[in-house]
Every structure is written in structure tokens, then in C-alpha cells.
């Protein structure tokens, strides 16, 4: 599985953001999808991820929607307001089987195969 991910840049505080990853090699409509995400200087986080169901860190819930185009094998984040913390190198995954689609994972090391991330700056 290649993963390509898009849509960052450079954006205002307070504005959104729609990060889109597109899969080729292999549908990814059966595994588990993700979005991490890495500060200079810091660990990579997890950001959002979608099983049966989505879900998301405490820092972005209630701000962000991941969602899965299958036929067009493409997973895509939104961001609204945003804040300085937001900025970083975005990376999108895909892991686990659906098998366990009541899982949620959340680690980097659940996740197998890895876009090249797309950087998001956040101006105030």
C-alpha cells in the first residue's frame, strides 16, 4: 500500500483544514485508517482514526471529522479552529483489519503502512 497525503499549509488560527490521503496497491476499506501527526522536537501523536467508528484525541474532538471514501480508496481529515498546536507534519496510516473494527488504536506501532505527511502551519 502507497499512501499520498495532501491539503497542508499554511493557515490562519481559527480557520479549517482538509487533509485528504489517497491509497494505491491496495484498498485500504477493510483496515483501520488513521491520522497522526508530529511537532518539531516531539513524539508522533495520534490525532483521529476510524474503525467501524471514528475516534479521536481529546485535543481535536468535538473540532475534527475523519472520514473514508472507499470507492475512491481516500481518507480524509478536517480540522476547524484551529489553534498554533495544530501545526505539524500530518501523516496518514493504516493498520489493523476491521475484523476488529471495535478497537480502537491508537498508537503509532498499530499502524503498518505510512504516507509521506504533509505539513500544516498555523499562523496567529
Known amino acids: 500500500v502507497q499512501l499520498q497525503a495532501s491539503g497542508g499549509g499554511l493557515v490562519q488560527a481559527g480557520d479549517s483544514l482538509q487533509l485528504s490521503c489517497t491509497g494505491s496497491?491496495?484498498?485500504?476499506?477493510?483496515?483501520?485508517i488513521a491520522w497522526f501527526r508530529q511537532a518539531p522536537g516531539k513524539e508522533r501523536e495520534f490525532v483521529a482514526a476510524m474503525g467501524w467508528v471514528a475516534y479521536y484525541a481529546d485535543s481535536v474532538k468535538g473540532r475534527s471529522n475523519i472520514s473514508r471514501d472507499s470507492a475512491k480508496n481516500t481518507v480524509a481529515l478536517q480540522i476547524d479552529s484551529l489553534k498554533s498546536e495544530d501545526a505539524a507534519v500530518y501523516y496518514c496510516a493504516v493498520g489493523k483489519s476491521l475484523l476488529n473494527g471495535a478497537h480502537a488504536y491508537r498508537s503509532p506501532r498499530d499502524y503498518t503502512y505510512w504516507g509521506q505527511g504533509t505539513l500544516v502551519t498555523v499562523s496567529s
Open positions: 496497491g491496495r484498498s485500504f476499506s477493510r483496515f483501520h
